[in-house]
């Protein structure tokens, strides 16, 4: 998590240009950092951000084109300079492919609860935890196992004892090492009475391990971060 992205970004075309309204491609590309960070270290699929990916893709392909055609012009420049740039889009490339790859693995690991959740998160208003392709993605892992339990065994019971179990992601008991950006109280079962909890303070700068589901609403506004 502590590799980073390179400082000197001026070789991406219109650097300065706004990708979306306000923002820039250097401002894009330090928040996809932090969300693929934060998506690596969650015990739990976050809301999507691949509006951040499409921007970046957008970007590094017309990068990849102005090179192809320096070079092809023979006005690449150095070669040292040629392959820093080719460097440089290689690592933004790879933060981008980790991102998506730790996204489907989290899909895959329970398709079912995961889409569950994205159907909450919709019916509360909340951030779409999946986006189009992903939610299709998952809508088709859920559609196959399915016809496989049917097929090898649901098939052969009766009424009523035919239908698959969800199980839910417990994986928000998991504790995470938490970074406080902002003062903020959260609330933790007691270990001795789960249907009680105590209130804790975070105060800002400070450094904490805690189950996830204490802080997973924090992040959105970016009171804690994950480490």
Known sequence: MDEDIPADLHDFENINEE????????????????????ERVSPLLLPHRL???????NELDKLEKGMAEAKKAGVAGKNEIVGARKYEVARVRYIINSYLRC??????RNPADVMARHLEANEKGHADLLDAHEVTFTENIVRSNCNYF????????PPGLDKPVVSKDRSELKRCFVKVHKHVNVNIFKMDDPNSDNAVILETGTTHYLPFYSISEHLNDDSVGLL
């Open 150 to 157: 049917n097929q090898s065994f649901l098939g052969l019971l």
């Open 51 to 57: 509006e951040l990916v499409d921007v970046l893709v």
């Open 103 to 108: 996204r489907l693995q989290k899909i895959e």
């Open 19 to 38: 990708a979306q309204e306000g923002v820039t491609i250097v401002e894009v590309l330090n928040e996809m950092k932090k969300v693929w960070e934060f």
